[in-house]
């Protein structure tokens, strides 16, 4: 298939905390494997993250960390456009335009904003409110057809649909509408200590949630504490939620098929089976944290990347806002 042929995916991660098994199974082991398929446009969405208070050292050792990760994880800089949303100040600047394609009342029905609002109660800022502006800027700049996200992003996706549509209502066919591109199988990786909970990097448990770049002593023990359930069977069920959970994960770093991993742990008890699911994850994220390790001490390197990255990203980005600025009325300036 030639390069025009492919199909653009963006997809944007935030630069908070390190990824967690969940976002790896989930999420970012696949980015890899759709770059040969796909035109794909990777961003570490520092802008976003900023709608929370952050300490600006931290951010800033996270976002180039977080970037390292995307590499660790099989991203290849030179297939994939890898980039730090805030090097492309396109993204801010079509986000306006579209601001004024977005109702406040479409905002205010947005749940991670009435969730985040909850929590950052002395801090409900404007830009938590358009934060889904800013990520359908994001995704239209590069007209995008798939956005790889999870379940929690798909009401922002569907409004990132909404606006291309108003958009090019207004204006005329201009904006490709985007589709999201959930995974099938991993895609919910529950926490390790309440199997009903989604897992994740906030939970005050921290059992609960096994990162990327734990150490294998530390995954082992975190599995080793799993919470399953009475039975001493290992089998994938509704009503054991905990140890069906322990086998999606294994399924998932292993390759194996459930049936499989159900007659390779026929009359084992939990211990055993809680130990090979500790150690097949620790075997899998090695190599990421030792690539990770590395590439954290080759900064000249990541720059080089993001400056390449960034080059790209504005290359495509600008012409895009170039026509929206055009559209909406706006006097040229070339
Ligand atoms: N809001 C997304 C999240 O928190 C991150 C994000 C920002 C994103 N811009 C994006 C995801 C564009 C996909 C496409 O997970």
Redesign the pocket.
Do not use: T
């Given at each position: 298939m030639s390069e025009q042929e492919k199909k653009i995916i963006?997809?944007?991660?935030?630069p908070t905390g390190t990824f967690t098994l969940g976002n790896y199974i989930g999420a970012v082991s696949r980015w890899g494997e759709l770059q040969d398929q796909f035109n794909c446009i990777y961003?570490i969405?520092d802008m976003?993250a900023i709608t929370v208070r952050q300490d600006p050292v931290q951010l800033r050792q996270k976002s180039l960390e977080a970037y390292a990760l995307l590499f660790a994880c099989g991203i290849d800089p030179k297939k994939s456009i890898t980039f730090i949303q805030s090097h492309a100040g396109t993204h801010a600047e079509l986000s306006w335009i579209l601001s004024c394609s977005t109702q406040f009342g479409e905002l205010s029905r947005m749940t991670q904003f009435k969730d985040k609002s909850a929590k950052h109660a002395d801090d409900i800022n404007a830009g938590l409110f358009t934060y889904p502006v800013l990520?359908a800027a994001?995704?239209l700049a590069y007209n995008a057809d798939l956005?790889p996200?999870?379940e929690?992003?798909r009401q922002?996706l569907e409004l990132a649909r909404n606006i291309a549509q108003r958009f090019n209502g207004k204006y005329g066919e201009f904006f490709t509408v985007p589709e999201a591109y959930i995974p099938k199988v991993g895609a919910r990786i529950k926490s390790l200590q309440d199997p009903e909970k989604k897992m994740s990097k906030s939970d005050e448990n921290p059992n609960a949630c096994v990162f990327i770049l734990d150490e294998p002593d530390v995954i082992i023990r975190k599995f080793k504490r799993a919470v399953t359930d009475s039975d001493s069977e290992i089998r994938y069920a509704e009503e054991k939620p905990g140890v069906s959970n322990l086998m999606s994960i294994y399924s998932a770093v292993t390759g194996k098929e459930i049936p499989e991993i159900e007659r390779e742990f026929e009359g084992k008890g939990y211990g055993d089976f809680k130990l090979a699911v500790g150690e097949a994850v620790s075997d899998r994220l090695k190599p990421v944290r030792e690539e990770f390790a590395r590439l954290m001490a080759d900064k000249a390197y990541l720059k080089e990347c993001y400056m390449e990255g960034a080059k790209s990203a504005l290359s495509i980005s600008r012409r895009t806002l170039t026509k929206v600025y055009r559209k909406v009325g706006f006097v040229d300036a070339r």
């Open positions: 963006f997809s944007g991660i935030q961003s969405v976003h990520m994001d995704i956005v996200i999870g929690d992003q922002h």
